[in-house]
């Protein structure tokens, strides 16, 4: 085995309002963020998790939530001095952070910049004013185009858009119209979702009318098409970039690389010099986490969970699976996984050289099909 790249994922829980769609560890603010208790409360929950990773250096940043342009600079600037202080940060790295249109200010952003900040997400999700009262956002179309307007002129390394697509009782007409909008913005990075109904959110107890699987299929296929005229190359199922702007960080977790994560209900996974593979997950709850309380569970991944672990992960991009990568990553020989990439040959979800698998057209529309011949047997 070796020791994949190294990312760090810190999440910021709180938002102005929860959205409906949202099933996210978010909680509605209530009173002003604890900026630089949160932040003392992170470095400490880091410090922690330090042991884990062997002294090795980290390669991107990527700050989510919630809306982590709630933080504060100076707090943003505290946070990313004290992770420095306590890891070796690659000098190139890849620094992101998440910002809601509605929270970006001019003088804060650029205050995040000086932190460290070189990447910029946008959660736009659409530029149809009554879409985005639908999705309970707080922001207007004219407030997302000034945000990447902003991100723009800053001189970053990158930035993204978020965009949905099949929202409720969207055209083919209005999610190409949204697209026509982020295309015009000329981010070096496109997100574009399917708006899906996640268990335990307020759509979920009230579910929308959505765009049927026909309507999905068009805008996908008409979306795609202008997205690839507009110079983006589509790389993984919902991520488009610009040659040499796609998202590092999360390439890494596609990729079946590092990840610590700190901060609420941040997931890790951190591979040990003795092949074991470490999960952890940190307290959802704000209160508990910062009473003190910060890691909620960890654990080795079974040996019989790491082949689905790591096609669940690499399948999801459309770059050819180096067929070595899988005994490196997962310390398992090809052969334990043979019958079941036999099976995916033969059912037409993968083709095979002596390098590469590579997920065909066929593997793409049944992915999860694809990815249960993995699943470990009970």
């Not at 505290?78 to 202080?85: F, I, K, Q, Y």
């Not at 959660?123 to 009554?130: D, L, M, R, W």
């Not at 020989?333 to 590579?358: C, M, S």
Request: charged letters at 25%; a negative charge.
């Amino acid at each position: 085995m070796r020791f994949p790249p190294l990312s760090l994922y810190i999440h910021i829980p709180w938002c102005v309002q929860k959205c409906p769609y949202c099933d996210f560890n978010s909680h509605a603010l209530k009173g002003d963020v604890p900026h630089e208790e949160y932040v003392r409360h992170l470095l400490a929950d880091l410090d922690a998790d330090l042991p884990l990773t062997a002294g090795r250096e980290v390669s991107t940043i990527f700050i989510g939530g919630g809306t982590p342009s709630l933080l504060s600079s100076a707090a943003m600037q505290m946070l990313l001095d004290g992770v420095r202080a306590r890891l070796p940060l690659r000098p190139d790295a890849e620094v992101t952070m998440e910002a809601n249109p509605g929270t970006v200010e001019a003088d804060r952003f650029s205050g995040y910049q000086r932190a460290g900040i070189n990447r910029i997400s946008i959660g736009v999700q659409s530029f149809s004013q009554p879409k985005l009262e639908r999705l309970g956002r707080i922001h207007g179309p004219d407030e997302a185009k000034r945000a990447a307007l902003l991100a723009e002129s800053l001189g970053l390394r990158s930035f993204n858009l978020d965009l949905m697509h099949g929202l409720p009782d969207q055209s083919l007409e209005e999610a190409l119209d949204d697209l026509r909008q982020a295309i015009a913005l000329n981010p070096p990075h496109l997100s574009w979702y399917q708006l899906t109904i996640e268990p335990n959110t307020l759509f979920a107890s009230r579910p929308p009318v959505l765009p049927d699987d026909d309507a999905l299929w068009d805008i996908f296929e008409q979306g795609d098409r202008l997205l690839t005229a507009a110079g983006y190359q589509q790389y993984e199922t919902s991520a488009y970039a610009k040659p040499g702007y796609r998202c590092e960080h999360n390439l890494n977790y596609w990729r079946f690389g590092d990840y610590l994560g700190i901060g609420c209900g941040a997931h890790g996974k951190l591979t040990q010099a003795d092949g074991r593979i470490v999960r952890t997950r940190k307290t959802r709850h704000p209160r508990g986490f910062m009473a003190g309380n910060y890691l909620d569970a960890q654990y080795d991944v079974a040996e019989s969970e790491k082949p689905f672990e790591f096609f669940m992960n690499r399948f999801r991009l459309l770059e050819p699976a180096p067929r070595v990568e899988f005994a490196q990553l997962t310390g398992l020989p090809e052969q334990t996984i043979r019958p079941q990439i036999d099976e995916a040959l033969a059912k037409g979800y993968l083709t095979e050289t002596t390098e590469n698998w590579q997920v065909t057209e066929k593997g793409k529309l049944f992915l999860n099909s694809l990815l249960e011949l993995f699943l470990a047997d009970d």
